[in-house]
């Protein structure tokens, strides 16, 4: 009774004026008969307070549930959602960081002035030699997105349109499940050279060296590659030059390329410094779609976007018929940088065996036959002191960040010095039949080459601008340049070119 009455005495939501009546006539109730008859109407009272109480805890409990559930809704909703971010660029990224999309692009405008070689000089020969000018040149304006699904798919896709058309510059998946074996299909650059592989708003100079005008570029195909230790790597692809099966002939246009690269610093826990070594191979049989007659197997530019088509070894080939090219080419590339400073060579040796076809029949042949080379090697130091190390990963530099933004009054950006020496040697390749090598009047003992002299000077202000000042000179030597330049040029003693550029680069 005692419990009964303890437990009656905690308050209770819920007729409390009833149950106090009826524990008042309890107290005052004689002992008789409607003493047993009060306390049953107190039981009944007792167990629908405890029924009562049941419900509540129900309810209670079922009110938890749906908030856990609620909460549990809302962590999926948030990780599914995307948010805008910025991180050198404009994105998305769902909450999970599972997926993602980044808007890229970059624009490169240049001003550039040339020597005095006179335009009467510039604008004859053939309608192939372009010659350049003093002007103004948009020279990339390029807009894509890249990104990931479920964090180990990686896409992307970029256009570029400086060249008065919009087209497709790079589009590529990469499956990443594995690092150290991951898997890239579609366009892409292939991998051979340390130069060519760095992006365009990161190399040293505003143009590559004479080695990207042999390096095979953005093809499409597959290629098998990782890093199975951290500073090794290694990439094999297949890949063709026709962008579709109907350029394709036969199924007989797939070439290979190699390389495999090493930095020993980083496997030597030297983390101020890079040691790079590398390796690359290209090599296979292919067919070259022929639209026109005389089909450029190798065309060359003087560095700095001087003197176009100074050099080009041509097949004499007719329109509907093919030229059967076989190529084999080696690189090999060295970069030493400590600390702020880079040293960073390069060389290459490529072979051709190519024959074109030309006639009524296709039964006319010209061929080309023998090697041709190119080298380059450059130093750069960072003068605000930026480590190169910092900028280095997977066997490529990437674009370097100040160390202090520029900011008025708080930070100066990134500046950078550099020089390069640059040489193209065509010496031992030969012409045969209707086969012409482009390079001046008709000589038989050819020595075609060229070397170059760059000095350079680089502001980063932050990672999204670039603005780039750079002088080179371009000596002949005994290159003979096309017919009626060459009379031009001598007569008025120019043995070289002189090419200063300003660039102003912005990407995203």
Do not use: C
Request: glycine share 10%.
């Amino acid at each position: 009774m005692k419990r009964a009455i303890s437990t009656l005495n905690r308050p209770r939501a819920g007729r409390p004026l009833a149950f106090y009546v009826l524990l008042g006539s309890l107290i005052a109730a004689p002992a008789s008969a409607d003493m047993e008859a009060t306390i049953r109407q107190l039981r009944d009272e007792v167990e629908a307070l405890r029924q009562e109480l049941r419900e509540t805890r129900r309810e209670m409990s079922l009110g938890k549930a749906e908030a856990a559930e609620e909460t549990e809704r809302r962590a999926r909703a948030a990780k599914s959602e995307l948010r805008g971010a910025h991180k050198d660029g404009f994105g998305f990224t769902t909450g999970d960081g599972q997926h993602s999309i980044r808007l890229t692009g970059r624009v490169h405008t240049d001003y550039r002035w040339i020597n005095d070689i006179p335009l009467s000089a510039r604008d004859r020969a053939d309608a192939d030699t372009a010659s350049a000018a003093d002007g103004f040149e948009l020279r990339r304006a390029r807009l894509g997105f890249s990104g990931y699904l479920y964090r180990d798919i990686a896409f992307e896709l970029h256009f570029n349109s400086s060249g008065g058309s919009v087209g497709v510059e790079q589009a590529a998946v990469n499956l990443g499940w594995y690092k150290p074996v991951q898997l890239r299909l579609g366009r892409f650059k292939q991998p051979f050279g340390l130069e060519q592989l760095v992006s365009a708003s990161a190399i040293d100079f505003m143009e590559r060296s004479y080695n990207d005008a042999l390096a095979p570029g953005r093809k499409l195909g597959v290629m098998l590659h990782g890093e199975p230790l951290k500073g090794l790597t290694y990439a094999a692809s297949v890949f063709q030059d026709g962008s579709s099966e109907a350029t394709a002939a036969d199924g007989d246009d797939k070439r290979y390329a190699l390389r495999a690269t090493a930095n020993l610093a980083q496997l030597s826990s030297m983390p101020d410094s890079v040691l790079h070594l590398g390796v690359a191979h290209v090599g296979g049989d292919y067919t070259l779609a022929v639209s026109e007659a005389d089909t450029t197997l190798i065309g060359m530019r003087t560095l700095n976007r001087g003197l176009s088509n100074v050099y080009r070894a041509q097949l004499g080939t007719t329109a509907g018929f093919g030229a059967d090219v076989a190529q084999s080419m080696y690189g090999a590339e060295l970069a030493l940088a400590h600390g702020p400073w880079k040293l960073q060579a390069e060389y290459l040796s490529a072979n051709y065996d190519a024959v074109g076809r030309s006639g009524l029949d296709g039964s006319a042949l010209s061929s080309l036959r023998g090697g041709v080379s190119a080298y380059y090697a450059s130093t750069l130091w960072n003068i605000t002191g930026e480590r190169w190390a910092d900028a280095y990963s997977g066997g490529v530099f990437r674009a370097l960040s100040p160390q202090r933004p520029f900011q008025p009054g708080a930070g100066w950006g990134a500046w950078q010095l550099g020089a390069r020496y640059a040489r193209f040697d065509a010496s031992d390749l030969r012409a045969g039949g209707s086969a012409r090598i482009v390079s001046g009047s008709a000589v038989d003992d050819f020595n075609d080459t060229l070397d170059s002299w760059s000095l350079g000077l680089n502001w980063i202000p932050n990672p999204a601008t670039r603005l780039l000042m750079e002088y080179t000179r371009t000596r002949f030597g005994s290159l003979t340049l096309p017919a009626g330049l060459v009379d031009t040029l001598q007569s008025r003693g120019i043995r070289h070119e002189d090419v200063f550029s300003l660039r102003a680069e912005l990407k995203f």
